[in-house]
């Protein structure tokens, strides 16, 4: 094999996924699928960089939650608000991930694109996680940097399908795991268009728009891309929708969900983790015909 996917231990999964490909790419095979049909999805949350004990974006809006809270005092009666201002990871963890990413969404809400993603960048540039000791944008998964480089050698189109802010993904996407802007889908707020002389800005606004989570995601992936994947990669019960709309295609089809199950290199955790369980897509993952990828036994190097 070379050094295709090596960081992925050899066996059962990293076959599934190599025979998977072959088929695909074989001309005049019965599972050739065109290139301009090989679509793969990857959630990015706890799927491409780490996630616990709570997403990146999270500890972002830690801190710039005090400026909103002086702006709209009300927001601190809030339990999400009040959790972030109290920097209370415990409570947070008990929170479901749609009432703790509307607060995140709304800090930023009267920036500029422009400017969101400025803020967001510098703060990414030096902000370090928790428990790794390690630049956030170093916390992601090497094993996934080579699959989503070997799937675009083989003529796949990759997308980031997020429950994340679309915009604060696609502000590390394209430098971190090769995927461009216009191929990042994710939970938008509402935003205006304002026209002045010689000037057009985006503004970013305090509703919500699309939290593109479980059943949202599979509409946004028709929505924006309008072909269904033939690959979908994920890691909980929010990316569940997505994985069966990608198998319920017809040919040949994988969905894969990752299975946070090594304690030493990372972490382990599945449906006692609130914010974002695993537990029935791994209970029916045979059913679904979905394939559990061990983080502990799949993979060889966890980070990158």
Not at 4 to 24: K, M, P, Y
Not at 27 to 48: C, H, K, Q, Y
Not at 186 to 206: D, F, N, V, W, Y
Request: net charge negative.
């Amino acid at each position: 094999m070379g050094t295709v996917l090596a960081s992925w231990n050899d066996g059962v999964t990293r076959q599934a996924i190599v025979d998977f490909v072959a088929e695909v790419t074989k001309s005049g095979g019965d599972g050739f699928v065109p290139p301009s049909e090989r679509i793969a999805v990857f959630d990015n949350d706890g799927t491409l960089w780490a996630e616990y004990p709570l997403y990146v974006q999270i500890y972002f809006v830690l801190s710039e939650v005090e400026r909103l809270a002086t702006a709209d005092p009300a927001l601190r009666d809030k339990p999400a608000f009040k959790a972030l201002l109290d920097h209370d990871v415990k409570a947070l963890q008990q929170l479901p991930k749609r009432e703790i990413f509307e607060p995140a969404f709304a800090v930023h809400a009267g920036m500029t694109i422009e400017e969101f993603r400025a803020t967001a960048s510098g703060w990414l540039a030096a902000a370090k996680h928790p428990k790794y000791g390690r630049l956030f944008t170093s916390c992601i998964y090497q094993p996934q940097l080579e699959l989503m480089d070997y799937l675009r050698g083989n003529g796949f189109k990759v997308f980031i399908v997020t429950g994340g802010g679309v915009e604060f993904v696609r502000v590390v996407a394209e430098r971190l795991y090769g995927v461009p802007p216009e191929q990042v889908i994710g939970s938008s707020t509402r935003a205006k268009l304002e026209l002045g002389p010689g000037s057009a800005q985006i503004r970013k606004l305090a509703e919500l728009g699309s939290f593109d989570d479980h059943d949202e995601k599979a509409v946004n992936i028709a929505l924006h891309i309008g072909r269904r994947p033939i690959l979908a990669f994920g890691n909980s019960d929010g990316d569940l929708a997505m994985l069966r709309y990608t198998l319920a295609g017809p040919g040949k089809r994988l969905a894969l969900v990752l299975h946070h199950d090594d304690g030493e290199r990372e972490a382990a955790y599945d449906r006692r983790f609130l914010v974002s369980p695993l537990a029935e897509t791994l209970d029916r993952a045979d059913e679904y015909g979905i394939k559990v990828v061990s983080m502990q036994r799949d993979w060889g190097r966890v980070f990158a």
